[in-house]
């Protein structure tokens, strides 16, 4: 407010070096408070200037440079194109084969900071011939640049498949995956990040990125004491897992599907999350791999994240997992059944049903797929008999259903369903004439004799 602004300006210029470096860190505090200060270094026509600069200054003038175009560019995807228009990516570039580590760090993590925000800008960062630089980056002996330019080339990768082949064409991924196992739990997060955003876009990519020999490597991150590390981890694994159940079975026989019920089960809240997804990706893909799921005991685990958990998308995520488990034979269902979930999904389903809010609509919907899912395989009767009574009648149709499916064949069934008082709850089902609840329930009075049912 005071105009200072215009009086660094021309300190940048100043014969004083210690002078020029000074006023660049200051603009750069200043651009890094917010976004229309930022702007005010942009129309200030500050940037050219610090980009001449950039490539003929001393090693400390040049962080200070570097510093605020990385504090202009982190806000948006407009101030990142100012960024850019002024050729500061020539110049970052250029930085990164600096003789000095510091130097490399601030340009890396100003290319990163433009990288981020969409892939029009993450490729004029890869035009401008960053890529191979950063790769060299990593391989520096310095942890601090390490950690910057792996997470710089994972800004670049995450945005479409061509600009992760990018990455992946400069031999960054058997880097990367060397550095799992190193000690440094920031680089380790930065490096899964990395690996995680490259394998997620493609069957040939994620299979890049097994074939690095990353397992069972980085099963020994989901027991890492840094949460970010094990979900992190995590995350790495379901992004593979996801594609095809080819990679599913590897990672299966790897271990992976134990260590990650194994890491749910040792964590809390949102680092939960990405082993969830895992486990119902697994179990998606066939019948044997979802029985993998069964065996390895991941089912009490995710029952656990129903019961636990606040956020409404963590739960959500844990009714679909158990969705996909149960879905393919009576077999699965039953497992799932045996665990008391029912009740649970049911519950979750009423309560939400009458929320307004939108994620909350996402989430009844997912928890009805997953009940559907697991009733419509589900003929385990004793679990099926407790959700008569409170289930609204688009899920009682598929409660009943069940029951109408297996009471006619199963004469101890049908005994234990009187003396249970099913029957009874079924004659207070009110279901509109003609309907298919009604059909069920029809079918189900005919297995019994006229006095009983009456």
């Given at each position: 407010?005071?105009?200072?602004?215009?009086?660094?300006?021309?300190?940048?210029?100043?014969?004083?070096?210690?002078?020029?470096?000074?006023?660049?860190?200051?603009?750069?505090?200043?651009?890094?408070?917010?976004?229309?200060?930022?702007?005010?270094?942009?129309?200030?026509?500050?940037?050219?200037?610090?980009?001449?600069?950039?490539?003929?200054?001393?090693?400390?003038?040049?962080?200070?440079?570097?510093?605020?175009?990385?504090?202009?560019?982190?806000?948006?995807?407009?101030?990142?194109?100012?960024?850019?228009?002024?050729?500061?990516?020539e110049s970052l570039a250029i930085c990164l084969e600096d003789f000095d580590p510091g130097v490399k760090e601030a340009a890396a993590w100003a290319l990163g900071y433009i990288a981020r925000h969409n892939s029009e800008?993450?490729?004029?960062?890869?035009?401008?011939?960053?890529?191979?630089?950063?790769?060299?980056?990593?391989?520096?002996?310095?942890?601090?640049?390490?950690?910057?330019?792996?997470s710089t080339l994972s800004d670049i990768s995450k945005h479409s498949p061509?600009?992760?082949?990018?990455?992946?064409?400069?031999?960054?991924?058997?880097?990367?995956?060397?550095?799992?196992?190193?000690?440094d739990a920031k680089l380790k997060r930065q490096v899964l990040s990395a690996l995680s955003q490259i394998a997620k876009h493609s069957v040939d990519l994620a299979e890049l990125v097994v074939?690095?020999?990353?397992?069972?490597?980085?099963?020994?991150?989901?027991?890492?004491?840094?949460?970010?590390?094990?979900?992190?981890?995590?995350?790495?694994?379901?992004?593979?897992?996801?594609?095809?159940?080819?990679?599913?079975?590897?990672?299966?026989?790897?271990?992976?599907?134990?260590?990650?019920?194994?890491?749910?089960?040792?964590?809390?809240?949102?680092?939960?999350?990405?082993?969830?997804?895992?486990?119902?990706?697994?179990?998606?893909?066939?019948?044997?791999?979802?029985?993998?799921?069964?065996v390895s005991k991941g089912i009490p685990p995710l029952c656990t994240c129903l019961v636990e958990e606040q956020e409404d998308h963590i739960k959500a995520a844990a009714a679909w997992a158990l969705g996909q488990v149960g879905r393919h034979t009576p077999e699965?269902?039953?497992a799932v059944a045996v665990a008391?979930?029912?009740?649970?999904?049911?519950?979750?389903?009423?309560d939400t049903h009458s929320s307004e809010d939108l994620q909350l609509k996402a989430s009844i919907f997912t928890t009805k797929r997953a009940l559907k899912n697991i009733l419509q395989k589900c003929t385990y009767l004793p679990a099926l008999e407790p959700l008569l009574q409170d289930a609204p009648s688009n899920i009682?149709?598929?409660?009943?259903?069940?029951?109408?499916?297996?009471?006619?064949?199963?004469?101890?069934?049908?005994r234990l369903f009187v003396t249970t008082g099913g029957l009874k709850k079924v004659q207070e089902i009110k279901a509109e004439p003609g309907s298919l609840l009604q059909e069920y329930i029809n079918t189900i009075n005919n297995c019994f004799p006229e006095e009983i049912v009456r």
């Open positions: 407010n005071s105009g200072v602004m215009s009086l660094l300006r021309p300190l940048l210029l100043d014969v004083v070096p210690t002078i020029q470096q000074t006023a660049a860190l200051a603009l750069g505090r200043l651009a890094n408070y917010n976004d229309d200060l930022a702007e005010a270094v942009v129309k200030g026509d500050i940037l050219p200037q610090l980009v001449c600069s950039l490539s003929e200054q001393n090693r400390f003038y040049k962080k200070a440079a570097a510093f605020v175009l990385r504090a202009v560019g982190k806000h948006s995807p407009q101030l990142a194109q100012a960024v850019v228009q002024c050729g500061a990516l800008l993450s490729q004029a960062v890869v035009d401008a011939g960053a890529v191979p630089l950063l790769v060299l980056c990593i391989q520096e002996p310095e942890i601090a640049l390490k950690r910057i330019a792996a061509e600009l992760a082949q990018t990455v992946v064409d400069a031999g960054a991924i058997a880097h990367l995956a060397q550095m799992i196992l190193n000690p074939e690095a020999e990353i397992f069972p490597v980085v099963l020994t991150c989901l027991k890492d004491s840094d949460e970010y590390v094990k979900k992190n981890g995590a995350t790495l694994i379901r992004e593979i897992a996801k594609h095809t159940p080819e990679l599913s079975q590897f990672i299966v026989n790897a271990g992976g599907v134990a260590a990650v019920i194994d890491c749910i089960g040792s964590c809390r809240g949102t680092v939960r999350l990405p082993g969830i997804m895992m486990l119902g990706y697994v179990a998606a893909h066939s019948e044997n791999l979802s029985m993998a799921v069964i699965h269902a039953r008391n979930v029912l009740p649970t999904l049911l519950s979750m389903y009423m009682m149709k598929h409660i009943v259903g069940q029951f109408s499916k297996v009471l006619p064949h199963d004469s101890k069934a049908r």
